[in-house]
């Protein structure tokens, strides 16, 4: 007795050690459904990577995959450190450009751990699925009874979920989902009826009716169907596979703006982005073409290296025009909107070039994915997260600033993992 429970205690520290970095990074994934909370396990895992790097730089410098990293990371910190000169606000810019950092070094220890071995990256994309499963599960759960299992509330016309009070399990939901089809696809020959995981998953994209999440979702899918589609040797099935998806979602999609009222208002307001008023235009980007016409207004007032990440807000009312209306209800907007208007009024020239030359080595170190399982599909999930016409959270704020460098940090771990064993 004593020794099967020795033999127990003995493997539970096992796997503990072997796992334990494993935890933290999910636990990052996790934390988005709070504000603040994936933070944490980000901040832990940047210390021990700076500990690592600070023992043997060399070794993290000399390692080409690695290196790509550091490069990827320097292209958008030092335009940021640049831009700090002319910061508006020293304090604001500040707390995001020194602790923008943790990023580099976070990322360094999730790539060491995720490219170890092919059992601990198949542990991690098995168990993302299961968080976006669950999460989508739950939200659809506080939809149909108006509770989730911990008892968040539905609001009208806003899904949250797990994620509440805060509304943006789309967006997360959506730039996970090449991950999330990535599993349904491996496993669909064993099990027809994985397929049906994509409802849940689809259904709360839809239902949350924000329009930045729809259109990551359908860049997601896009970029997904050109990975399995290049991959597969029959190519007829796989054009009959994704026509049925295609026909699925739009069946979801119908049936929930028939069904549901604010999508269906939501649906309709996004219309008038096809029209040629620019009040329907305005409506349809919710409110954002003046706020980009400030931008465009700071972006020509300091066009070397802008105003400082996060700055926007404070220079908002000095260049926005007469009759704007976030002057009148005196709540200026803490960003553009637009990640590329972002880029050019709060780090200028400097931050464009040092966002072209980011997404050039991205696309550059493709040459590596003919010898990565996953690559391509991590690549449409990093894509799809820097896509220059995103326009929903912050370039340079905590939130999208984590999750563009978790999904860079996991393809390039899907890269290292072959190459280096």
Known sequence: MWSSVIVKNNSMKISIKEYWPMFLILLAVIGFVSKAYFTYPLTIMAIIGFYRFAQNPKLFWKNKILKTYIVLFLCIWIPLLISFYDAVNLARSSQTIFPYLRFLFAGLFIIQELSKDNKHFEIFINCVFFIVLFWCID????????????????RAGEITGMFYPRNTISHVCAILSPIYFLVIFKNSNKNKWAWLSLIPLFFVILISGRRAAWL???LSSFGFFIYIYLSSNDK???????????????SILTTTIVLHQPTKERFIVTLGLFSADYEKINSATALRLTIWNTACSIFKEHPINGIGPRGFRYVYTEFAEPDDFFLEIKVPPTQPHLLILE???????IGLAGFLLMLYFLIKSTRYIVNSTYGFV????ALVAVFPFNAHM????SIWSSMIWLLIAFYISSLKRPLFK
């Open 139 to 154: 939200a659809s759960i506080q939809f149909f009874i108006g509770y989730n299992l911990l008892g968040f509330p539905y």
């Open 216 to 218: 990551m979702f359908a």
């Open 236 to 250: 007829l099935k796989i054009s009959r596979t994704f026509v049925m998806i295609i026909l699925i979602a739009a």
């Open 343 to 349: 880029i050019l009024a709060e780090t200028g020239l």
């Open 378 to 381: 991590f690549l449409i999930s």
């Open 394 to 397: 912050a370039f340079y704020g």
